[in-house]
């Protein structure tokens, strides 16, 4: 397989899967480069957003500390702050 085919195989596979990282690992393809392609297309990646931050932010609607709705969830609190500060914005 030629270089140009293993990229086009890679960004065929990122429109699917929307995400560089598993696209490259699935193709065996280092994940800077995965990114220098995806970057020279003009396509994005998109972060998948973890399952757990809707179940947390409910959690601290319902009144339970940062620490506790994070232990709940199974999250650290460093990631718990980050959603919080995000949900105010």
Same mark, same amino acid.
């Given at each position: 397989?030629?270089? @140009?085919?293993?990229? $086009?195989?890679?960004? =065929?596979?990122?429109?699917?899967?929307?995400?560089?990282?598993? /696209?490259?690992?699935?193709?065996?393809?280092?994940?800077? @480069?995965?990114? =220098?392609? /995806?970057? /020279?297309?003009?396509?994005?990646?998109?972060?998948? $957003?973890?399952?757990?931050? =809707?179940?947390?932010?409910?959690?601290?609607? $319902?009144?339970?500390?940062?620490?506790? /709705? =994070?232990?709940?969830?199974?999250?650290?609190?460093?990631?718990?702050?980050?959603? @919080?500060?995000?949900?105010?914005?």
């Amino acid at each position: 397989m030629s270089f @140009t085919d293993k990229r $086009e195989e890679f960004l =065929a596979l990122l429109d699917v899967v929307k995400s560089v990282t598993p /696209a490259a690992r699935d193709l065996g393809i280092n994940r800077n @480069t995965a990114y =220098a392609w /995806a970057r /020279a297309a003009g396509v994005s990646s998109r972060r998948t $957003e973890d399952p757990r931050k =809707a179940e947390f932010l409910s959690l601290r609607r $319902e009144g339970l500390t940062r620490k506790a /709705a =994070a232990e709940r969830v199974g999250i650290n609190i460093r990631t718990a702050r980050d959603w @919080t500060v995000e949900s105010d914005d």
